[in-house]
Nanobody, 120 residues
């Protein structure tokens, strides 16, 4: 089992910045990919950014160039630096971890979410 705890959300004006953190704890063999997803008001949950254990990253087109995902493997923590925030970035941001058991898939785990509100 793994627990994911997000922090860093809040209220910010358009054009501002926030940094989200997600720390994983518990008993697990390894964490492969980690990522951030978000769900805006009345919208489905969508991918924001992902990062593998080797540091390869992927971003949604809507955040490319504004958001940066990073990871500290020693701390089992993933970060999301969000710059030039827009009102459409508003939503609940969820952390996701994909576990590995050797070469095998070990399951997906989600955090409880942290609210990000961007005022225009």
């Amino acid at each position: 089992q793994v627990q994911l705890v997000e922090s860093g959300g809040g209220l910010v004006q358009a054009g501002g910045s926030l940094r989200l953190s997600c720390a994983a704890s518990g008993s697990f063999f390894s964490i492969n990919a980690m990522g951030w997803y978000r769900q805006g008001p009345g919208k489905q949950r969508e991918l924001v950014a992902t990062i593998t254990s080797g540091g390869s990253t992927d971003y949604a087109d809507s955040v490319q160039g504004r958001f940066t995902i990073s990871r500290d493997n020693a701390k089992n923590t993933v970060y999301l630096q969000m710059n030039s925030l827009k009102s459409e970035d508003t939503g609940v941001y969820y952390c996701k971890a994909t576990l590995g058991v050797g070469p095998f898939y070990g399951g997906d785990y989600w955090g409880q979410g942290t609210q990000v509100t961007v005022s225009s």
